[in-house]
Every structure is written in C-alpha cells, then in structure tokens.
C-alpha cells in the first residue's frame, strides 16, 4: 500500500539546516496497523506529514497503491488527499459551528457527492463510532473521547485507503485513550490500513507492528503481539 | 465556477460561516449599508432638489431674460445726459433680424406692476384692483401659462381684431365671481370698458413679479384702452436653448444702443434681467449636488467594502485552521479561495441591498413631508434605476476585488502550517 524509498526531508531555519529525516525505506502492506513510535523531534510528524501529501520530501519515492506521489501542485495534493487518505489529529480539528454529522461529511461535500447521499453515509459512519445519537449536536457539546470518535468517522467517511493517526490519544485520559484505540482495532480488523503515530508505549503495543524512530532514521521496525484494547476498557 | 456558485452547499457553507459571528457581520455590513444609504439619500435628495428647481421654473422658459428702457447717462449724438429712453414695437423686428439667437420675443406693456396703481376692475357689486398686462400670444413661448379647463390664452385674432377679451387669475376670479360660477364667457368692467373672460390662468410660484391675479388682454386693444401707441414696457425674450444667454443679451442691448442713439458704452441706459443666468446657476448648483452625492457615494461604499476586506482578513486569520482542516479533508486552493470572495461579495451585496431599501424609504420619508411645501424646491427625490445597478455592480466588483486578498491569503498559507497553528 505504502513504498517509501530514501526519503530525506530537511528545514532551512535561518542559516541552519535541519537533516530531520535522514533516508527513510518504509512500507506498508494493505490491512496493517503500524505505529510510528520515537520522542519528540525524531521526526515521526514529519514522516507522517509526507505521507500525509502536507508536506513535500527532498528526496526519495513515496507509492502510495501504486500511484508515485511526486511533485504535486496543492489542487492534485488536495485531490489525492481526500481519496486516498483520512486524517485524525491529536486536537481533532473538529470544525466547531458544524454538527458532527456536517463534519463527517465535510470530505464527501468535497467530492462532490449529492447531498442526500453524503448525509447517509455520513449517518452510517456515525452510527458505526457509535455517535448515531449525537449527530446534530456541535462539537463543543461532545466530550474529549466523542469528539475524537467524530473525527474518526470523518477520516473513514471519504472510505480512504489509508488512515493516518497523529497523536490521536494524546489529548485523552487513559481511559477514553483505550476507547478509541478499541475503535480503530475494530476498524483495522474490517481490513483498514491505519498508521499512528504516538509516543506512548501501551498505545503502540496495541498496534501489529511498531517502527522506532530515532534521529531522522529508522532505528528498529518489529511486529509485535496485539494487546487488544478492549480488555481495558 | 457556475455549478459552485449555484449550490445549495455552498451557500449552507457560507452561511454557516458568516453566522458563526453575528455581530462581526452585522457590524461589517454596517460600513457598507452605510455607504450605499449615503449615496441613495444624497443622490435622491440631489435630484429632488433638482427636481425642485425644474419645477419652480417650469412656466419659465431657462434662457429668457427681461429688457428694459432707463435713462442715458453719457451724452452721446447731441443728445444730453439723463435722457429717458421708450421701447417702440418696431425694436422688436429688428431685434429678431439682429439677433438671431432670439427664438421668441414678446414685447408687454403693463399696468400697476411699475409704480401706479391698477386698473379698477368691476363686476356687478363686485370691484377691485389688479394689474393688467397687455400681451401677445407668443408670450406663453416663454412664460407657459397654465389655463384651466374651456378656456384659453389670448390669440392672435384677438391681436388682430383688438378684441376686449381678458384672461384673469385664479384669485380675480375668487374675488369676482362666485364659487360655483364657471367665469368663461362672462363680462367684468376693465377701466369702464367691457371685457368678455376667455380663460382663467393657473398661479405658479417662482415666475418672476407675476401673481394670482394678473389680468391679461391683448396688447393691441391695451394700446387702444391706455392710449400707449408703439410704446413697449418691457420685452420678455426667450433664447435658443443651446445658445449662451449672457452674449445674446449684450447682443440685444448694443442693438438697442444703435437703434436708440445711445453711446455704446451707457451701461445705464437699458436694464435687464437675465432669468436664463440664474437657471444657470441654479442648476449648475444642482448638477454639483448630484456629482457631489456621487463622489461621497462612492467613497463611502469604497470605505464599507475595505471595510469588509479587513473583517475578512482577520476572520481568514481566525479560520487558518480551519482552513487548513478543510485542505487536509480535500478542499482544492480554488474550493478555499471561491469560498472567501463568495463570502466578501454576499456580504457586500446584502448590505448594499438592505443600504437601498432603506435609503429608498428615506427619500419617501421626505418627499411624504415636503409634499405640500410648494415653496420648498424639492420634489419626486429619485436615483435612476440604472444608477442603483450601478452602485450594485459597483460593489459587487469591489467586493469581488477586495475578497481577492483574504482568499489569496487563506490560500497562502500551507496547509502543514494552518494545521499547526494554535
């Protein structure tokens, strides 16, 4: 699903340049759940934003389902954005004067798809989180856990190949944190590619594989044994 | 683009987006409604002065003016200073031939208007005093007369013919007759002469000495009745209306000088008035107010739509993240940057509407309270529809240009950096 080959991204700050990723090979099969695990600057964000098409790379190849992602104006960006990946945020960026069901329908309204059809399908998706109820209220009405739930039928809306988590517990308690990890096994197990990238332990156990990030360079990639989150919770 | 503006989505998406802050917008709107109201008042109330002023003078042809006989001051062909002077009929031939800018002249002579009293005018048990005018038919050429139903002016027959014909004023007719008697056909004692009624003349202010209850007759049978001769009061002449007034007048008065054997540097010697100076005046005054209004008009609007380029801004500022959420979902720079000038025109077409709406009520408001102030030169206060499309167009384009800058500044930003921000 994602073939990444040599990848190395630097920033000019000043007259400094920052080597942040320093010749990343990655891939990514179809139905994984990787985490992305290092501490703050090895440049998992970085590498998830390249993924992600929000930031370009200097050098490499990135495939992403066999289609080369490579110098892309903004409006291509844009497009492919929004067919082949879904996106969860540590913050949610839930957009506040919308109902969760217009959130979660944000990316179909950006398809182009017929309004009745997006208000549908942006209801199943809300139904499977478990938000059904919750579909006309705003978000500053939903808790911490619901919010990141909305968010997550909204990056499953637009049916993406890939979902790519940053942070997505990292603004929950532990609790709500092992709710929505539960979530996004369940939807991996229906055959969902899904990255996160975290930096707590418990949270990337609970993904297949973890890929260690250290100083711009992939310093350990392992499978490990599933801790499914639903015994916490 | 067509298929973007057209969708109930994106007006849900504006909507939604304008209305988050109520009172931002509403106060936004402010600055435009404001300029448009100002220059819907101002260019109403312009034109309804201008209106006014048409009015005023309506019975007054615009380039006409009033010539008159005095006394020379300078010695001149033997002649001795102080001389007076008399207009004859014949000056007025001969100044038609002179001075061919002249479209209409109407010599007059009159009775009670330049010191003297009145003639005694008598009908039944019925007296009183009113001035008489001895006039021919062209006069109405430069001064119209409005006569009421069944009647007339005085024709040229009645020149011909000296008949003893008059036409009387609405108040004569007040103080001679009752009021249910129609006055037409009837007779009432000029100066002990018989005069039959032909026509009864409707008083418009604003026209110079004349009043409600001037009495007309022909002039020749004037001449007969006071024994005038080829003597003229005064000429009412009217100018072609594309001709300037100010040199037909000097024209008129060095005719006159020649034919009068008057030196022709006597200033004194004819006086005049020249109504078509003032209309001037008047009306270059009016044409001022209308550009006046036009100028603040637009720069208000200007103000109101910068106005809203500048809220826009600093909403695109508050909106970076969001914004950037929006890209990351897949809204296309274009999606992003139609969205924000679609904002900035919908604002400033909604406020440029409600600023009509409510500038239009304010010009009936005062056109309902000036109604029946008749000496207030103010009536029908309008703004050409194509003026208002205009003024719309306008700021939709302004609008459009000034929603140019938050767009391209939403857009600016990358999408990495909206996400960031906090």
């Known amino acids: ?65 066999g289609v080369p992602i490579k110098n892309l104006n903004e409006t291509k960006a844009a497009q492919y954005r929004n067919k082949f990946l879904g996106f969860i945020f540590q913050s949610f960026n839930l957009i506040n004067y919308k109902t969760a069901l217009e959130n979660v329908a944000l990316p179909l309204y950006y398809q182009r798809m017929p309004r009745k059809e997006r208000q549908d399908k942006a209801m199943k998706y809300l139904e499977r989180v478990g938000l059904r109820d919750w579909a006309y209220h705003h978000p500053n009405e939903l808790s911490g856990g ?27 308690d532990s609790k709500t944190s092992y ?50 989150a639903a015994e916490y919770v | 683009m067509f298929r973007f503006v057209f969708d109930r989505d994106t007006w849900q998406e504006i909507f939604s987006s304008i209305g988050k802050n109520r009172l931002r917008t509403i106060i936004t709107m402010v600055g435009v409604l404001w300029g448009i109201f100002i220059y819907i008042a101002l260019s109403g109330s312009a034109k309804g002065l201008d209106n006014g002023f048409e009015r005023a003078f309506e019975n007054v042809a615009m380039n006409s003016m009033f010539v008159w006989a005095q006394q020379t001051s300078i010695p001149y062909a033997g002649f001795k200073t102080g001389r007076p002077l008399q207009l004859k009929l014949s000056d007025a031939e001969i100044l038609q031939q002179r001075v061919p800018q002249i479209e209409f002249i109407a010599p007059r002579n009159a009775k009670g208007v330049f010191g003297g009293g009145g003639s005694n005018i008598v009908r ?30 005085i024709n040229d027959d009645d020149i011909t ?95 006159l000088k020649r034919v009068h054997k008057v030196d022709p540097e006597d200033e004194r010697a004819f006086g005049s008035f020249n109504l078509g100076e003032m209309f001037g005046r008047i009306m270059g005054f009016a044409k001022g107010m209308t550009f006046l209004s036009l100028i ?88 050409p529809i194509p003026y208002v499309i205009g003024a719309l167009l306008i700021m939709v384009v302004l609008g459009l240009l000034i929603g140019l800058i938050p767009a391209q500044r ?3 930003i990358k999408p990495i950096d909206a996400l960031r921000e906090e």
């Open chain 2, 296 to 383: 603040v008009g637009i720069a208000t609007i200007i103000a109101g739509v910068v106005g809203i380029g500048n809220i826009l801004l600093i909403t695109v500022k508050e909106r970076t993240k969001e914004l950037g959420v929006r890209r990351a979902l897949g809204a296309t720079p274009k999606e992003v940057r139609s969205q924000i000038i679609l904002e900035s025109v919908f604002l400033t077409m909604l406020a440029g509407i409600v600023g009509i709406v409510l500038g239009a009520g304010l010009l009936a408001g005062i056109n309902a309270l000036t109604k029946d102030m008749t000496d207030f030169p103010y009536t029908n206060p309008t703004v």
């Open chain 1, 146 to 172: 619901q919010k990141q739930r909305v968010a997550i039928a909204r990056a499953m809306a637009a049916e993406p190949k890939v979902l790519l988590a940053d942070e997505p517990t990292g603004a929950l």
């Open chain 2, 161 to 255: 013919y000296e008949r003893k014909v008059c036409v009387i004023g609405e108040r004569t007719q007040k103080e001679l007759f009752e009021e249910d008697e129609s006055p037409l056909g009837e007779y009432i004692r000029i100066d002990n002469i018989y005069f039959q009624v032909v026509g009864v003349h409707k008083f418009v202010p604003g026209g110079g000495f004349e009043s409600d209850s001037d009495i007309y007759i022909p002039f020749t049978t004037y001449r007969k009745l006071y024994n005038t001769g080829e003597n003229v009061d005064w000429f009412s002449i009217a100018a072609y209306r594309n001709v300037d007034v100010l040199k037909v007048e000097e024209d008129i008065k060095t005719t």
């Open chain 1, 1 to 65: 699903m994602i073939e990444i080959n040599d990848l190395h991204k630097s920033y000019k700050m000043g007259s400094n340049v920052l080597h942040v990723l320093k010749g990343i090979n990655f891939s990514v099969k179809e139905g994984e759940l990787v985490a992305i695990m290092g501490s703050s600057g090895s440049g998992k964000s970085t590498l998830l934003n390249i993924l992600g098409m929000l930031d370009t790379m200097d050098t490499g190849t990135y495939m992403l389902d």
């Open chain 2, 124 to 153: 039944g048990q019925k007296t009183g005093s009113f001035n008489i005018y001895g006039d021919f038919p062209v006069f109405t050429k430069i001064a119209t007369k409005k006569i009421y139903d069944g009647g007339r002016f």
């Open chain 1, 179 to 228: 709710e929505v990890m539960d979530l996004i096994q369940k939807i991996n197990q229906e055959g969902n590619t899904i990255l996160v990238v975290t930096h707590e332990p418990d949270i990337a156990n609970m993904c297949k594989r973890i890929v260690h990030l250290k100083d711009g360079v992939i310093e350990k990639d392992e499978l490990v044994n599933q801790v499914m």
């Open chain 2, 410 to 412: 939403a857009v600016s």
